[in-house]
């Protein structure tokens, strides 16, 4: 059987298989893996090797997705991130435009070369540079996207900082690209680092590891870097063979492209079960990037990441939630301390309050085409999973906590302090205090 039902599940899954850029809920899944198993996988760098890749279809390489035993349409999977780590030695980046004509409606999804008029044409690497991509058919440079604004950058040994590098050590790096990148043996893209940009040298940054990608399938074949309300969206009436329906785009995706920043070791995700196994999936490893992911792109990197699983039964709604580590909550949503805790009681007891509320942080993923109808689907998605109306969440997010923009132009995170009790309903009370130490 395709979804790996009919075989003994496993207490570790070891995943070094890659997709096509597509999720497709009708090809074979890895596994299974036991409820409660772990998955480790070696990913391959997300965004801007894929997008210079023309025979990729999605903008990004995820990993094959995984069966995870015992999990049902209807129900959520919660992945404990329990490792992310950076293997890359370097990488490149930047903001980046679309030349005219090298796609059909969408370049992350339909590169074409427009000289023979191939679409997803194979491709080669002849020499460095933006020109060096070219098509097998006809030798043209096929340049779907273009850097803008680049950089190329370099990680310490320890893997905490990078630094931005000059022309002539980005040229060198791009001459070793597949080295630099450590693209894992089974990746099919082309390295960003053969680009060799730099446009900004002798920048030092901060590296943050998270996954740009991490969830479970979609119920219908999408492309991997729109399985999200905003990228998503360019699939509405999209002219390939991926055009969908909006109606389709909401009733199918899993909202597994995120870019939050807070999805990083030590986090707690729990994923909308969409197809039989759920399918988790993972990919598009970020070094680092600040919220909004406003560059379009940030550093993209391959890695080594370990998931458990672990199913959550009668999920209530159709998106993903967040535990982030204590230390990536909004100031106003972070636990309160015994200290304020105390002080709280003597403000119950003056005014006769009575038993205070227990609360705990949760963060719910709200995704769409632009930023307001991303918050109106996070506030809607926290008011039916938690039982409440749309008004309370407003205030509850407002006084006791955030709305975070995860990547623009349709990715944000309503978080606040949400009544334990509600949370204990919905089966994530646990998750919450095995976070927070409640």
Not at 207 to 213: C, N, T, Y
Request: proline share 8%; glycine share 10%; with cysteine.
């Amino acid at each position: 059987m395709p979804d790996g039902s009919s075989t003994t599940a496993r207490r570790s899954v070891v995943v070094s298989e890659f997709t096509n850029s597509v999720l497709d809920p009708a090809a074979p899944m890895l596994g299974p893996v036991e409820n409660g198993g772990t998955i480790i996988a070696n990913t391959a760098p997300g965004c801007w090797g894929p997008m210079i890749t023309p025979s990729l279809r999605g903008g990004h390489e995820v990993t094959r997705p995984v069966f995870v035993t015992g999990a049902e349409v209807g129900d959520a999977v919660a992945i404990r991130i329990r490792d992310i780590t950076v293997t890359s030695i370097a990488t490149a980046s930047g903001h980046d435009s679309s030349p005219a004509g090298f796609c059909l409606g969408d370049p992350y999804v339909a590169a074409r070369c427009p000289v023979c008029d191939t679409v997803w044409p194979e491709t080669h690497v002849e020499g460095i540079g933006q020109q060096a991509v070219k098509c097998n058919s006809c030798g043209n440079a096929v340049t779907p996207f273009e850097i803008v604004h680049g950089y190329t950058v370099t990680f310490d040994e320890t893997r905490s900082v990078g630094m931005t590098l000059p022309k002539a050590a980005a040229e060198s790096i791009a001459h070793q690209a597949s080295h630099y990148s450590a693209l894992p043996d089974q990746s099919r893209q082309h390295s960003i680092l053969t680009f060799a940009p730099s446009d900004m040298p002798g920048t030092l940054v901060r590296m943050r590891p998270f996954m740009g990608q991490l969830g479970t399938c979609p119920s219908m074949a999408m492309p991997d870097s729109h399985n999200a309300g905003d990228f998503g969206a360019f699939l509405v009436g999209a002219p390939h063979e991926y055009g969908i329906t909006a109606e389709q785009l909401a009733k199918h995706k899993t909202d597994g492209h995120m870019d939050i920043d807070a999805v990083r070791a030590g986090a707690i995700i729990v994923c909308p079960v969409k197809v039989r196994g759920a399918g988790v999936y993972m990919g598009d490893m970020h070094a680092g990037q600040g919220d909004g992911e406003i560059a379009g792109h940030t550093m993209d990197v391959a890695g080594s990441v370990t998931l458990q699983v672990e199913v959550v039964k009668s999920y209530p709604i159709d998106g993903p939630v967040l535990f982030p580590l204590e230390e990536d909550l909004p100031p106003m949503a972070r636990p309160f301390t015994a200290a304020e805790r105390v002080k709280g009681q003597r403000l119950a007891e003056k005014w006769g309050v009575g038993a205070i509320e227990p609360l705990a942080p949760i963060s719910v993923i709200g995704t769409a085409a632009n930023l307001n109808l991303a918050i109106e689907n996070g506030l809607a998605r926290a008011a039916k999973l938690l039982g409440m109306t749309v008004p309370e969440v407003r205030n509850r997010a407002t006084v006791n906590g955030a709305i975070e923009i995860g990547r623009a132009p349709g990715v944000i995170q309503v978080t606040f302090l949400a009544p334990l009790a509600r949370l204990d309903a919905v089966g994530l009370g646990y998750y919450a205090r095995e976070q927070y130490n409640l």
